[in-house]
């Protein structure tokens, strides 16, 4: 069954520096997602893109944020300057219109 | 706003009894999607099974059995038969219908354990 691939798979960044978070969707999904879990907490919505554009935002998704799909297959969460806060588990999901949204395994991020 | 509330932070079954997750949820919208997501301590996110709300036929995936009461905008999740690899956090989501991409808003989670 094809899969959601996230890397790494573990990230640690100290504090201030920039990080990017790789994703590969499933080949024919349209719709993609970044959510977030911090420790211990429930999983927060953060964007979705469609068409090469984000389609929905959450508070959460700053100006510190930004996507992007560089290519026909990757999609990236970029965090410019990352603080302590923003150490937790971050998802990408990827969907086809009206079904399911299929989970990367998660790439944890520690900042330091 | 949608919101989705579980109000069992965690349960605790024996296994190869019958174990029900509490969901409750608000929403104004009449269709939608409701959706149980499994996450072991892996914290992989699992699809358990999902309803449509405009289906009154209640959702089952083998052991997994949903009570989807509209209006009382409940969604409960029965595990029959748990198994020692059912334990893990269950979490209960909701998605509009309103367009394709609609992101999922989750619930705060509710931890399972199961007892050999």
């Known amino acids: 069954e094809p899969e959601v691939t996230q890397t790494p798979s573990h990230q640690v960044t100290q504090m201030g520096q920039e990080v990017i978070l790789r994703c590969v969707p499933i080949s024919n999904h349209l719709y993609f997602y970044w959510y977030r879990q911090i420790l211990g907490q429930k999983v927060e919505f953060l964007v979705s893109f469609y068409n090469n554009e984000i389609s929905e935002k959450s508070e959460i998704f700053d100006d510190q944020f930004s996507v992007e799909r560089p290519d026909g297959s990757n999609f990236t969460l970029k965090i410019r300057s990352t603080k302590l806060e923003d150490s937790a588990m971050y998802f990408c999901a990827s969907s086809a219109g009206w079904q399911p949204q299929h989970f990367g395994d998660g790439t944890r991020l520690s900042i330091l | 706003a949608q919101t989705v509330t579980q109000s069992q932070p965690e349960m605790s079954v024996q296994e190869a009894e019958t174990v029900t997750l509490s969901c409750t949820y608000d929403t104004s919208e009449s269709d939608y999607y409701l959706f149980w997501y499994k996450q072991p301590p892996s914290r992989q996110m699992i699809l358990v099974i999902r309803?449509?709300?405009?289906?009154?036929q209640n959702a089952t995936e083998n052991r997994f059995s949903v009570n989807f009461q509209k209006a009382a905008k409940s969604f409960s999740l029965k595990i029959s038969d748990s198994q020692l690899g059912d334990a893990a956090m269950y979490f209960c989501?909701?998605?509009?219908?309103?367009?394709?991409?609609?992101?999922?808003?989750f619930g705060q989670g509710t931890e399972l354990s199961v007892k050999p």
């Open positions: 989501a909701y998605r509009t219908t309103y367009n394709q991409g609609g992101k999922l808003i």
């Open positions: 309803q449509e709300a405009y289906k009154q």
